[in-house]
């Protein structure tokens, strides 16, 4: 009795310094990078609680704008979404490596993503989902659209979709011969390169059904037929081939544009323990599969694809044989003051007749 009485003691002891030690993680993240299984199996092993609010790179700048890097303890901006916000707004505080299990991510991925988050010596992100913008078509009624540019094409008049957002107008600039990224550091430069796109766009509205803005919305439009070719991500377009052979994603022929989605650290952020947490956490082979399963998507654990289901894998090489692989176009950090001229001939684009 004595004995029992002495390990219920331990246990309790250890469950309240388990609670007292237990933080909230407050998640700011995009669909699908935290289902609940996997919330449940964290909350079980750790005793942190998740709470997510999902959203998109804009809206996750706009809300730790806002509150100057509060509100959020772990946001996942891309990549090349750190390193000017930070340079203009202050809204992320350094990783601590030396709470990162580096042995769970893809060597190459860790350290390229590392080098484009580094701000003044310090890391600011680390990869976690990647994947490319694209072409989703129905290849029985788009066959004559092999890259970007082709969405302007008489064939696909009133039958094409696309984002009001900063890729469409690198996607069209690659298309129309021209570097976006080469001309990053020359604002003059780039803004040349946006203003010929800007006209080309404004000329292709009449080709466009509708601007889309959520992952559903382009998807029930393949779906019903009202759009048979949109520029947009590669897990749509493999999830609508599930149930239309003809729809899927294609690398256009000026190259597909590679991105990656981080792990970084909100500056008012106030459980960091929980964040480092959960990053290693889901960067564990077993539990990076379930996520990919959720959000279709790769991520960037070591050994993760080992898991992933043979069908994924299948449509993965269909849309990616080696050569579109080596022509993914990888977007760099953004610097300071670029996504001001890009918004703003979006919304002339947007607004012209």
């Known amino acids: 009795m004595t004995t029992k009485l002495l390990m219920s003691g331990v246990a309790i002891l250890a469950m309240t310094a388990l ?22 199996k964290f909350q079980e092993e750790t005793g942190h609680t998740v709470e997510v609010t999902l959203s998109n790179n804009e809206e996750m700048i706009a809300k730790l704008r806002a509150t100057n890097g509060g509100g959020f303890d772990l946001a996942q901006p891309s990549q090349d979404r750190i390193t000017g916000a930070q340079a203009e707004f202050g809204i992320y505080k350094p990783m601590d490596l030396s709470k990162i299990d580096a042995s769970l991510f893809i060597p190459s991925m860790l350290e390229a993503t590392k080098s484009n988050t580094t701000f003044e010596g310090a890391v600011y992100g680390l990869p976690h989902v990647w994947g490319t913008d694209g072409l989703v078509l129905n290849t029985a009624q788009a066959g004559n659209v092999k890259d970007y540019i082709d969405l302007c094409d008489p064939s696909v008049a009133g039958k094409v979709s696309y984002r009001m957002k900063r890729p469409t107008l690198i996607g069209f600039a690659f298309s129309m011969g021209l570097d976006p990224f080469a001309a990053y550091d020359d604002p003059d430069a780039y803004k040349g390169v946006i203003d010929q796109v800007e006209a080309k766009l404004t000329e292709c509205k009449a080709n466009v059904k509708t601007y889309w803005e959520g992952g559903d919305e382009i998807k029930n439009l393949l779906r019903s037929g009202e759009v048979v070719a949109a520029m947009a991500w590669d897990t749509g377009g493999w999830q609508l081939n599930d149930d239309n052979k003809d729809i899927t994603f294609v690398a256009p022929a000026a190259g597909a544009l590679g991105w990656i989605d981080t792990f970084a650290l909100p500056a008012r952020g106030r459980a960091d323990d929980a964040a480092y947490a959960w990053i290693n956490f889901v960067m564990r082979p077993e539990i990076a599969a379930m996520i990919t399963a959720s959000a279709g998507n790769f991520t960037a654990s070591q050994g993760g694809e080992a898991e992933v289901d043979d069908a994924l894998k299948a449509k993965f090489q269909a849309s990616f044989p080696q050569e579109a692989i080596d022509n993914i176009k990888w977007y760099p950090p953004v610097p300071a003051g670029l996504e001001t001229l890009e918004g703003a001939a979006l919304d002339r684009i947007n607004a012209a007749n």
């Open 19 to 40: 609670s007292a030690q237990a933080d909230t993680l407050r998640l700011l993240t995009w669909g699908g990078y935290a289902p609940e299984e996997v919330i449940a």
